[in-house]
């Protein structure tokens, strides 16, 4: 790798990691709390905290890599945007070192919570996780019904698809797009409104790093049932997304992109 390439690759697992650290904190801190038992399970602050994760991670890494922090945005950007393919791999791979980093951060953070918990999933997205059970005896403050693979999958397509549309009317200048460093609240804004209004059938991985790298360190530390055999772990959050990005940016650009008015006009 050449030297620019270098610093993006640290770039992205720098702020990757920060995702994770706090993406996957919240939902450890909301689901452990004793304090609160049943009633600490609250969705809301769940999507609050990682669409602020998004947005500090988005900050700290923006001028070194330009803070993809996604496979699916590297994807769409490669296929759509000129972003030079010989790059793509290595951003993948930082992000997802970068995301199981950040998994092993909240692990060390919390622990002696987990450990006391049976080592709940905390980590990623799907069935085992946090969606429909809180822990230390309480039951959940309330369910939300249990979802099949496809519609999952349709909505992490179609997740993923409001979160490409945030990041790419957030940088068009032609459209209403921020100036200087201020787009990455869009962004961020984009990530809560997906969480709010689209996460309840498959907790809106929207990102295979952000689920993927997760996804293997709790395996590592003793949480059951990550990798089930009708390949959910791989398909839903993992592969939608990733074919969702470069098709969000096709039709950005075909719905919205060819239809704003020139300076001209």
Known sequence: M?????????GEIFGTFILILLGDGVVANVGLAPRLAGTA????????????????????????SGAHLNPAVTLGLAVRRGFPWN?????????????????????????????????????????GSTFGQTWFGAESSGAIGSYGMLTAAITEFFGTLILIWGIAASGDLKNNGLKDNLGVFIVGFAVLAVGLSLGGPSGYSINPARDLGPRILGALVGTKGLFDPQFYWLIVPVLIPAIAGPVG???????????LPSKED
Not at 2 to 10: A, P, V
Not at 91 to 108: C, P, S
Request: charged share 10%.
């Open 2 to 10: 050449s030297k620019s390439t270098i610093k993006e690759f640290i």
């Open 87 to 127: 790059k793509v791999a290595p951003y993948i791979i930082a992000q997802m070192i970068g995301a199981f980093l950040g998994a092993g951060a909240v692990y060390l953070v919390y622990r002696e919570g987990l450990v006391a918990a049976g080592m709940p999933n905390v980590w990623s997205t799907g069935p």
């Open 41 to 64: 399970y609250n969705w809301n602050t769940i999507t609050i905290g990682w669409a602020f994760a998004v947005i500090i991670a988005a900050y700290v890494s923006g001028g070194v």
């Open 249 to 259: 940016f096709w039709l950005y650009d075909v719905l919205i992109s060819k239809n």
